[in-house]
């Protein structure tokens, strides 16, 4: 009975990191990026991370920039990007180096 809620719970796990970790392929091409007006840095150990088009159902809508602390010493900010592939284009999450 143990060994059968484990192996269910396994299958579950699994079954919720593949489809987080699954592609979605948009076929509509992202629109230019909006030029953004930065406010003032609040330190001098802030970074901006630049606004992006993300994909909501059937439409792009703009996420704004913003100032935000590295997690940690030397960490820099990949930016967020639409990468094309053959059949569309697929959304990379931004992320700390």
Do not use: C
């Not at 192996?7 to 979605?24: K, N, P, Q, R, T």
């Not at 940690?72 to 094309?84: F, G, L, N, S, T």
């Amino acid at each position: 009975m143990v060994l059968k809620r484990l192996i269910g719970l396994v299958f579950a796990g699994a079954l919720v990191f593949s489809a987080w970790g699954a592609e979605i392929v948009v076929r509509v091409r992202p629109p230019i990026s909006i030029h953004e007006t930065r406010g003032p840095r609040p330190s001098r150990d802030h970074v901006w991370i630049s606004g992006y088009h993300r994909y909501d159902n059937n439409a792009y809508a703009w996420t704004p920039g913003r100032w935000e602390q590295p997690p940690r010493a030397h960490a820099h900010w990949v930016a967020h990007r639409w990468v094309h592939r053959r059949d569309g284009y697929v959304f990379v999450e931004g992320h700390w180096q």
